[in-house]
Structures are given as structure tokens and as C-alpha cells.
Nanobody, 124 residues
């Protein structure tokens, strides 16, 4: 059974940086791609970034490219999302997800396991 637990969310001010983390348990973490998504109230899930099993390949949504960076540490079974220059519009719940495939993907139905999410609130 895979468990994903996000952390690092909280209240920050516009322009600040924030690093979200997601720790996985229960499976060969280093064999699968990981992704980050977010979802606001009444909205669909939005893809943000994904990273291959080795960490050598990343995919980003155009909306966050250059501002967010995804990375992973397979020894620690952790994936991170570095968020720079955050904006009030970044205020939503952020989720990490694992895809049972080594190649990153932007489509959320392709992910098999999801964390419970961490809230990020950005004040102006």
C-alpha cells in the first residue's frame, strides 16, 4: 500500500518562497514518476509539475514554468516542489501523486496514488 504525505504548506506573503515536500512509503519509490497538482474550491485539479523516476526529466505547466521547480531524493523517498515568488492566486491545496510508470505525465488520470494535500495560503 502506497502512502504519500505532503508537508510544507502554510501562510506566506506574496513574493515569498515556499518548499513543499512529499514523502512516500510502501513501494519502490525510485521506479516511478511523481507529480504535483493543485486544486481550488469548485475547480478541477491543475497539473503543475512532474519528474521522472531518476529525476533527470521534468515537465512543467506553462503557468508555473520558471517559478516552480520539482526535484526528488530517491534515497529519502521524497519529492519537492520549490515555489518562488508566490502570488495570492497560488492559494489552494497542493497534492503530490505517484504514477506507476517511470515517465512523467501532465494528465492526472495517469497517476495511481495521491496524497491528502497541503494548504498554501498567500496573502497580498
Amino acid at each position: 500500500q502506497v502512502q504519500l504525505v505532503e508537508s510544507g504548506g502554510g501562510l506566506v506573503q506574496a513574493g515569498d518562497s515556499l518548499r513543499l515536500s512529499c514523502i512516500a512509503s510502501g513501494r519502490a519509490f525510485g521506479s516511478y514518476a511523481m507529480g504535483w497538482f493543485r486544486q481550488g474550491p469548485g475547480k478541477g485539479r491543475e497539473f503543475l509539475a512532474a519528474i521522472s523516476m531518476s529525476g533527470g526529466s521534468q515537465v512543467y505547466a506553462d503557468s508555473v514554468k520558471g517559478r516552480f521547480t520539482v526535484s526528488r531524493d530517491n534515497d529519502k523517498k521524497t519529492v519537492h516542489l520549490q515555489m518562488n515568488n508566490v502570488e495570492p492566486e497560488d492559494t489552494v491545496v497542493y497534492y503530490c501523486a505517484e504514477r506507476l510508470d517511470p515517465i512523467p505525465n501532465h494528465r492526472d488520470p495517469s497517476y495511481d496514488y495521491w496524497g491528502q494535500g497541503t494548504q498554501v495560503t498567500v496573502s497580498s
